[in-house]
């Protein structure tokens, strides 16, 4: 029987200094000798994980948190956030202070030139400020944005934009998907291609935009170091990422 596991990048794949175990990369290698699919489900973009597909020669993922689903390097599910809705919010959050960075599958683009929220919060993924665009939402594919402001201030947004999803990833930032993408979905369009059956379906993580997946799959692993709400879900908690999460994991559900 085929079975494919999912694996989230921060956090899961990379540890708490953005570094991949080597326990990690190992185990990974053993999956795939032993005829499992491996691919990532994450909420970054394809362009800020390039290194780790080619360090673990993976070429599916689920990007964007389901918004982009690659298959053996094709497109194979693409859901990106309405434009005109997109404009009313650029213009709402600039009057509030808040910015935005836009994000496609190539490169991203800020609102302003700098804010401390955006340096801290990208540095925290060691990715650097990007160059401030406050049009390169237009006639371009937007899969996901995100929003720069402190905890609870996005929940003044939620009544007023239905067509999106807010999750919060860092004290200054947030997530915004188009209204009912998750990683799940994007993980049922891939398994649908492959015809997978959903209990051969594992998945790692230990996030907030994790929950549903954990919760979607056959078999759901929250990190030791995963949120309350992730451990609550998932059929096995692991170690910790810098204790060998993945390796324990893994063999303990005797995949490798």
Aim: charged share 25%; glycine share 8%; proline share 3%.
């Amino acid at each position: 029987m085929k079975k494919i596991v999912f694996f989230d990048i921060d956090g899961t794949l990379l540890d708490h200094e953005k570094k991949l175990p080597n326990s990690t990369k190992k185990a990974i290698k053993l999956l795939k000798e032993n005829g499992i699919f491996v691919a990532i489900a994450t909420g970054r973009a394809p362009f800020m994980f390039k290194s780790l597909l080619e360090e673990l020669d993976i070429d599916s993922f689920v990007s964007f948190n389901g918004q982009l689903v690659i298959f053996e390097n094709e497109v194979i599910y693409e859901n990106a956030l309405n434009q005109q809705e997109l404009e009313r919010f650029l213009h709402d959050t600039k009057k509030k202070g808040h910015p935005l960075i836009f994000m496609n599958e190539k490169t991203m683009k800020a609102t302003v030139t700098h804010h401390s929220f955006i340096e801290i919060s990208m540095g925290s993924l060691k990715l650097p400020h990007p160059g401030e665009d406050a049009s390169f939402y237009v006639e371009r594919n937007i899969y996901q944005s995100l929003l720069f402001c402190e905890a609870k201030e996005e929940q003044e947004y939620f009544q007023e934009y239905q067509q999106f999803d807010f999750i919060r990833w860092h004290p200054y930032s947030v997530d915004v998907l188009p209204k009912g993408g998750s990683k799940a979905e994007g993980i049922k369009k891939m398994i649908e291609r492959l015809g997978f059956d959903l209990k051969d379906v594992y998945a790692f993580g230990d996030g907030l935009n994790d929950l549903e997946m954990l919760k979607a799959v056959g078999t759901g692993i929250a990190m030791g170091n995963g949120v309350p709400e992730a451990k609550e879900l998932a059929d096995l908690i692991t170690s910790d990422v810098s204790e060998n999460g993945i390796w324990n994991g893994l063999k303990e559900l005797q995949l490798i």
